[in-house]
């Protein structure tokens, strides 16, 4: 299994970005799909999650209404677009693919994720 992300890079506040994340090797549609990030100094934390089917997602309070998460499941790949960006958005992100049996099932905790991609950094300049 691999998950590859792309996209971060640096970025000026109130910008916006899109990162993806290509699957291989699992069965995709099986997998619910979530989006953390860790900044220097800190734990790993949860954004957001997007269920097997696609119709629930869940955010972290800090991100609602500025981040979406999205899946392309015929293309294996989970997007993450942000918009109004801060600098306390700077971080690295990682996308992370976990098993689940209940197609409505949002995923927030990071014992819930099999797999884990190498991530992607984005840094937001104030």
């Known amino acids: 299994v691999n998950l590859v992300e792309s996209g971060g890079r640096l970025v000026q506040t109130g910008g916006s970005l899109r990162l993806s994340c290509a699957a291989s090797?699992?069965?995709?549609?099986?997998?619910?799909l979530g989006w953390f990030r860790q900044s220097p100094g800190k734990e790993r934390e949860f954004v957001a999650a997007?269920?097997?089917?696609?119709?629930?997602?869940h955010y972290v309070d800090s991100v609602k209404g500025r981040f979406t998460i999205s899946r392309a499941n015929a293309e294996s790949t989970v997007f993450l677009h942000m918009t109004g960006l801060t600098p306390e958005d700077t971080a690295v992100y990682y996308c992370a693919a976990g098993w689940t049996a209940v197609s409505s099932l949002t995923l927030q905790r990071r014992f819930e994720y099999n797999y884990w991609g190498q991530g992607t950094r984005v840094t937001v300049s104030s």
């Open positions: 090797g699992l069965s995709f549609s099986q997998y619910g």
């Open positions: 997007i269920s097997r089917s696609g119709r629930s997602t």
